[in-house]
């Protein structure tokens, strides 16, 4: 069964170093959307892609957050410098073309991130 | 003002006992709604969705949800709990049709089920 694979799985690091993560959606799936969940609430939408088009990134914070995925497949999420509160879980995910209708997001399992 | 609220932030049930989880939404257009599971170092999982056709919606694993729009509820039920339902249960609405499949979670609710 085909997955959203993520890595990596854990990173510690320490505040104003730069860390990034990966994503690589299921194969064919033209949307990829990055969340931050933080401990004890709901995943929060970062960023969303339509192949290599950003459709929303109203809740990046783009002055330390960057997102990218060039060649409209797999994606990497940037940050830096990290900062203590970044602490979270990034969650990836994909789905189909979404235009006014909803498709199902399928999620992979994560990268804890935990900022010393 | 909160787009959707789970009205529990945890649940705790006896196995083979009914699970209710509630869940409340505000949404000026008529609401896509669903229910996520997320089982401790895995992905989200969805349970099911709610798209405007039948108001009570069967999920996977026994669940079932009923969208209320008189009372703006979509409340997640099981008739009983198993051990392996124990996680935490998100409801998400998309608020309007221009979201582009736009998720907004609520709070999440962590299920706890006793032996």
């Known amino acids: 069964e085909a997955e959203v694979a993520q890595s990596p799985r854990y990173k510690i690091t320490e505040k104003s170093q730069a860390v990034a993560f990966w994503c690589d959606p299921i194969?064919?799936?033209?949307?990829l959307y990055w969340y931050r969940q933080i401990l004890g609430q709901g995943p929060e939408l970062l960023v969303q892609?339509?192949?290599?088009?950003?459709?929303?990134d109203s809740q990046l914070p783009k002055d330390r957050f960057s997102a990218e995925r060039l060649k409209g497949v797999d994606s990497t999420l940037k940050i830096q410098p990290a900062e203590l509160g970044d602490s979270a879980m990034y969650l990836c995910?994909?789905?189909?073309?979404?235009?006014?209708?909803?498709?199902?997001?399928?999620f992979g399992p994560g990268t804890r991130l935990t900022v010393l | 003002a909160q787009s959707v609220t789970q009205l529990d932030s945890h649940v705790s049930v006896s196995e083979g006992t009914p699970v209710l989880l509630r869940c409340n939404y505000s949404?000026?257009?008529?609401?896509?709604l669903f229910w996520y599971v997320q089982h401790p170092n895995k992905g989200l999982q969805l349970l099911l969705k709610?798209?405007?056709?039948?108001?009570l919606v069967k999920g996977i694993n026994g669940f079932e949800a009923e969208f209320k729009k008189s009372e703006t509820s979509f409340h997640l039920t099981k008739p009983s709990a198993h051990m392996s339902d124990a996680a935490e249960y998100f409801c998400?609405?998309?608020?309007?049709?221009?979201?582009?499949?736009?998720?907004?979670f609520g709070q999440g609710t962590i299920l706890t089920v006793h032996p």
């Open positions: 892609f339509q192949d290599e088009s950003v459709v929303d």
């Open positions: 709610y798209t405007s056709a039948a108001t």
């Open positions: 995910a994909s789905g189909g073309r979404a235009k006014s209708s909803y498709n199902e997001q399928f």
């Open positions: 194969s064919g799936h033209a949307t």
């Open positions: 998400v609405v998309i608020l309007g049709r221009t979201s582009y499949g736009k998720l907004t």
């Open positions: 949404s000026s257009y008529s609401p896509s």
